[in-house]
């Protein structure tokens, strides 16, 4: 099962973002992990690795498909990555077009290297 | 030179100046960005303030992966996360015994593998990158770390926030790169670097 | 001023996702005016014609740049346009991405003509 | 013939349909999209039926625009938009005279500026154009009402959720075409339609 294998985090600046994009991409996927981590640590507009990191370790996939809304969200997930046993796919993909799109078709089953075709035409970052 | 004693001086000396100068880092990055490149700042450098006070045993390498963690963890935004990986790879390239120019050249590193900044982007890549090259030159003084922060205003901004507007930001200073100069002043008046 | 005739108006399926996005773009256009909505008329995912007219019709800038999620966010929109005054310019643009960096241009009084230009970039649908 | 009794046993019909069929039009809607289809009608069928117990005196004309702006306003999802565009697009066209195949077309020109779907995009206008056809060449029946909407069982989707995954589709009528079939059937019913 690739719900298994795969499942999505999505880091944003703002908690309620963040949140709001998994509450849709759940409607659509309900049988894969969507995590959704946002705010800096006093809940502020930002970023926080800490976040970020026990967002990844509390997931039970191996494999991770990560989306950001902007740049220093990304930054935070590249350190991460370094740091963490899990496989962490940084999506360069729209933030809410590119999740969506993998969210239901992870749900379908889709084959990982068809996922990656398609997603790559939402790259825009 | 380099020694725990320096080390620590240098990064008591980086921190001073980030909390003397935080509302000149604000006003800086209220032009190109968000107006928190200060407050992003002060937070590490203080989190770093507390630990350094109460650590009396660590070696340089302890000191540099306790920065990392510390802005990594504490400051939010890019910089912190950019100095943090810095500091970082900086601690490892101490462990292995490598000299003041090593290190520096570890740092940078790590700070282009998280952030893929390149030259004259308009970020503390152009004062980190030019400081290094003058280290190896023999020729850094606090007069040239100025001249490369303030070599900034004429660049265009690629990255972050201020990658949209970069075409109205002519003139002004970029934040990330004046706490850099910070950083280097520090390693200047602490005594690491000795021609 | 730029910021008195052009507005930005975002809508999706999610009330939080809307919300939580001009919260972002609050923070880099303070003197931009951001309005969201989003949700079902019960407050579940969907959305609803009757409030994103409502929330157009609030704005007091005569152009209206507007956001949205998903497809039928968008004929919303298209409905919506059809039936007001204003301005309506829908943009086929990446939802965080394109209103983030309309937000910052707008805020730093970028010609129309430049935005556009730059937004193209950001067309993922 | 399309009188303001059959438009409003036209419209009764449709809404009835709707509310016997909630349950399959959801469970179509499951295997493509959301599975809300039935639910979204349903809000917009039942909103409806409310306004025209009480009206007594709208004409055609009037009718479809109050089912128009109900479905617009009641429905949420794209359908609910898609069909009350449809409906207020007829409204203005029974308000200038046309007949029943002026009428189809004014919706379908409705549904196709808002939703911008092409035939075998498997989408209710895989049943609108054809049916649209079949009262041009005075061949409309119940049969072929419902082979157009089991042709969707073919199509691969372009628009809406349903097109993420438009491979995996093949096998499933789309639920739009469904809700559609019922809307053409209770025309036929209806006895809006004469040969
Ligand atoms: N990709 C990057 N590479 C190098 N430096 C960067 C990058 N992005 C941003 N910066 C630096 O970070 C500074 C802004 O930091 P700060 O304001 O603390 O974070 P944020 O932009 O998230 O609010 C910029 O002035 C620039 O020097
Ligand atoms: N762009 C479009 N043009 C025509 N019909 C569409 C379009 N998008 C969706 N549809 C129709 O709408 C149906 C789905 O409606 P519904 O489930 O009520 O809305 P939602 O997809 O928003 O949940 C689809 O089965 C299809 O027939
Ligand atoms: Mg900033
Ligand atoms: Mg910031
Ligand atoms: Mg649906
Ligand atoms: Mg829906």
């Known amino acids: 099962m690739m719900s298994e294998q795969y499942g999505i985090l999505l880091v944003s600046h703002v908690t309620e973002l963040a949140d709001g994009l998994a509450r849709l991409l759940k409607q659509v996927a309900q049988d894969i992990t969507v995590k959704a981590v946002g705010g800096a640590v006093d809940g502020g507009i930002g970023t926080s690795f800490d976040k970020v990191m026990a967002a990844l370790e509390e997931m039970e996939e191996p494999d991770v498909l990560a989306f950001y809304d902007l740049g220093s969200a990304k930054m935070n997930l590249k350190l991460v990555s370094e740091m963490t046993d899990k496989k962490l796919i940084i999506c360069d993909a729209a933030f809410v077009e590119g999740a969506y799109l993998v969210a239901v078709l992870l749900q379908a089953d889709t084959p990982f290297e068809k996922i990656r075709e398609q997603l790559q035409e939402l790259y825009v970052k | ?195």
Request: net charge negative; charged share 25%; glycine share 10%.
């Open chain 2, 1 to 195: 030179m380099l020694t725990v004693e320096t080390t620590k001086t240098w990064l008591s000396l980086f921190i001073e100046k980030l909390e003397m100068n935080e509302k000149y880092l604000n006003t800086l990055d209220e032009s190109i960005g968000d107006g928190d490149h200060g407050a992003n700042m002060l937070r590490g450098a203080q989190y770093l303030k507390a630990k350094l006070a109460e650590d009396t045993q660590s070696g340089s390498a302890e000191l540099f992966r306790m920065a990392g963690m510390s802005f990594i963890q504490k400051t939010g935004g890019a910089a912190g996360l950019l100095y943090g990986q810095a500091f970082l790879h900086m601690s490892q390239s101490l462990q292995e015994g490598d000299d003041l120019l090593g290190i520096l050249a570890s740092g940078l590193e790590g700070i282009k593998k998280v952030g893929q900044a390149e030259l004259r982007e308009k970020t503390l890549v152009d004062v980190w990158i030019p400081v290094t090259e003058d280290v190896r030159n023999k020729r850094l003084t606090l007069d040239r770390i100025n001249e490369h922060v303030i070599s900034t205003k004429d660049f265009k901004a690629k990255k972050g926030r201020a990658a949209y507007v970069s075409e109205q930001l002519n003139g002004h200073v970029d934040p990330g790169a004046a706490s850099c100069g910070y950083f280097f002043e520090a390693m200047l008046e602490a005594g690491v670097y000795d021609e």
